[in-house]
């Protein structure tokens, strides 16, 4: 007969499986369709199936902007539909309101580029369903107080927090690469650049420290009961 722990993990197991097997499906629909249209960007290409977008650098950031082109300004100030605040590489568009620049290419390295930088937290969230379940398939065969489990438990806080950390300053890096592949001349500092545009990934953070001050308080419950069962 199965204990209740274990009959109460089954579902908690069954629902994690569940939404493990909800999130390979909509990752593998949306890597199928980068391929199939050869990386179309996932925000709408309007018919460009190879286009790639970057967030625009500031326009100081760039040399040769309209600071420090008289002829630019004289352009910008001259028509509203003029060119753009800082000289563009050849094929590159601004898309407003979000000020983003894209350029329809379709390079390996390029589209490795930007698809990877689109993937990459998701890739660390699909390890961590995947070391979720096998966290709690564990705990319902050994036990909630097993020692591997705790450990376990430790190394998934551990994973999710640095994981989705690394994973977001790698799509900072990426976006940058490709925003100074999309401008003319270059972009002046380009790690401040990138560090500006890092989005912190809070609530993973949260979550992962979570995890790690959760399985210290668990490994602290195993020691207690199992000085309590060396007493009796």
């Given at each position: 007969?199965?204990?209740?722990?274990a009959s109460?993990?089954?579902?908690?197991?069954?629902?994690?499986?569940?939404?493990?097997?909800?999130?390979?499906?909509?990752?593998?629909?949306?890597?199928?369709?980068?391929?199939v249209?050869?990386g179309?960007?996932?925000?709408?290409?309007?018919?460009?199936q190879s286009l790639?977008?970057?967030?625009?650098?500031?326009?100081?950031?760039?040399?040769?902007?309209?600071?420090e082109?008289?002829?630019l300004?004289?352009a910008?100030?001259?028509?509203?539909?003029?060119?753009?605040?800082?000289?563009?590489a050849?094929?590159?568009?601004?898309?407003?309101?979000?000020?983003q620049?894209?350029?329809?290419?379709?390079?390996?390295?390029?589209?490795?580029?930007y698809?990877?930088?689109?993937?990459?937290?998701?890739?660390?969230?699909?390890a961590?369903?995947?070391?979720?379940?096998?966290?709690?398939?564990?705990?319902?065969?050994?036990?909630?107080?097993?020692?591997a489990?705790v450990?376990?438990?430790?190394?998934?806080?551990?994973?999710?927090?640095?994981?989705?950390?690394?994973?977001?300053?790698?799509?900072?890096i990426?976006?940058?690469?490709?925003?100074?592949?999309?401008?003319a001349?270059?972009?002046?500092r380009?790690?401040e650049?990138?560090?500006?545009?890092?989005?912190l990934p809070?609530?993973?953070?949260?979550?992962?420290?979570?995890?790690?001050?959760?399985?210290?308080?668990?490994?602290?419950?195993?020691?207690?009961?199992?000085?309590?069962?060396?007493?009796?």
């Amino acid at each position: 007969m199965s204990s209740p722990q274990a009959s109460s993990l089954k579902w908690t197991v069954i629902t994690v499986r569940v939404l493990l097997a909800l999130f390979v499906a909509v990752t593998a629909y949306e890597i199928g369709r980068a391929v199939v249209t050869g990386g179309e960007n996932a925000f709408g290409s309007r018919g460009t199936q190879s286009l790639v977008c970057a967030t625009g650098p500031g326009a100081l950031s760039v040399p040769g902007n309209f600071t420090e082109d008289s002829r630019l300004l004289a352009a910008m100030d001259a028509s509203t539909s003029g060119p753009f605040m800082y000289p563009l590489a050849q094929g590159a568009e601004v898309n407003e309101p979000i000020p983003q620049l894209c350029r329809d290419d379709s390079s390996v390295a390029t589209q490795l580029l930007y698809q990877s930088s689109r993937f990459a937290t998701t890739a660390v969230l699909l390890a961590g369903l995947v070391l979720l379940e096998r966290l709690i398939s564990r705990a319902r065969r050994e036990g909630g107080f097993d020692v591997a489990v705790v450990t376990r438990l430790r190394f998934l806080g551990l994973f999710l927090a640095a994981g989705t950390l690394v994973s977001s300053l790698y799509t900072a890096i990426a976006e940058t690469g490709l925003a100074e592949s999309m401008v003319a001349t270059t972009i002046r500092r380009p790690w401040e650049y990138a560090l500006h545009n890092w989005s912190l990934p809070w609530a993973f953070l949260v979550a992962g420290i979570g995890l790690v001050v959760m399985a210290r308080v668990v490994r602290v419950g195993a020691s207690m009961r199992e000085e309590l069962e060396g007493t009796v």
